[in-house]
Structures are given as C-alpha cells and as structure tokens.
C-alpha cells in the first residue's frame, strides 16, 4: 500500500494532481471534461446522501434543489482556488477545509470518474497512476506560482497555441478568475 509522505493538514493549501495510466488521454471529448467538472462539483461537499452515479439520474427539477440545498448548507471538504484539466491529468488547488477532506474528495472524485470511463469506454482498471501527488504551499510566492502554472498548463503543454486562447479553454478556472465566468 502506498504511504503518503506529505501529511494532509487542514487549514492548508495543496496542488493536487494525477496522470493518467501510461500518460493516456482520459478526457477525449467535451463530455468526458464535463462529468470529471460535475464530478469534482458533486464530491467537494461533505456527508453526501448519495453517489454521483444516483445523482446524475435525477429528474432536472430534482438535481437542482439538491444542488441548491448542498450550496446553501456549504459544507465542504475542501476549498477549491484553481483548477484545470487536461487530457490525461488534472491540477487542482485547493485549501483542506476538514481533516481528511482533500485524500476523501480526491478518492471520490477518481473513483467515480473511472467507473465512468471504464464503462463508457468498455475497459476494466485502474485509470489513473497512483495515488495522487499533493504538494503543501508554503509561501504567498509558492500560491501565485502554482496558480499560474495550473492557468497556463494548457499553453506550456500545447493544447492551446497562444496566451489568448487561454481565455476560451473552457476547462479551468482561468476564466473565474478573469471575471468571464463564475
């Protein structure tokens, strides 16, 4: 069994990441993206009366006042700062609001976005390296780093062509914060 060597402390703030088994591409399609956001959306909360899985299911009118109540009652694991995901890795950073929020939503957030994959696209395992890389920012210059290296993620890694098209990458947070989009 894997041994995590960096604790997770509440009240702190980690980049939190994982690849994909062999560096596959895992999010192929808008709907794959999609769900993994809706997913992480779902799995941030705590005490969840049910599993994503079940949730999804729901008529509109239903999943909505489920939402809504989840929004109004804020209880959540963790605090979610930036984000942005990638066709075979996500970044995530965020601020641990209860122990062992952040290992509880990230295990859900994995295991509920690869039971999707794997049957959606007809295969069995583990989708994902290992367990997941969290990494305890420090300092203030360590956040806006790590914020910024999580926005440009899509420009250094060439899913994008230029810093403009940062704006239209409908996959990370770097729109919230640049006002287009809450």
Do not use: C
Request: glycine residues 2%; without cysteine.
């Amino acid at each position: 069994m894997p041994y995590r060597r960096t604790p997770l402390v509440t009240g702190e703030i980690y980049h939190i990441f994982n690849r994909s088994i062999a560096l596959q591409p895992i999010f192929t399609r808008s709907k794959d993206y999609q769900r993994f956001l809706d997913v992480v959306d779902f799995y941030r909360f705590r005490n969840l009366p049910m599993r994503f899985s079940h949730y999804i299911r729901l008529p509109i009118e239903q999943k909505n006042q489920f939402l809504n109540s989840l929004y109004e009652k804020g209880e959540s694991h963790l605090e979610i700062l930036a984000y942005t995901v990638m066709p075979n890795h996500f970044h995530i950073l965020a601020k641990q609001i209860y122990d062992e929020g952040i290992k509880k939503f990230t295990s859900q957030i994995q295991n509920s976005y690869a039971k999707y994959y794997n049957t959606k696209y007809k295969r069995s395992g583990a989708l994902f390296q290992e367990m997941f890389k969290a990494v305890r920012i420090i300092l203030d210059e360590q956040l806006i780093h790590v914020a910024r290296y999580i926005h440009l993620n899509p420009l250094t890694s060439y899913q994008i062509k230029n810093e403009e098209e940062l704006e239209h990458y409908p996959w990370s947070s770097f729109t919230d914060y640049m006002g287009m989009q809450n």
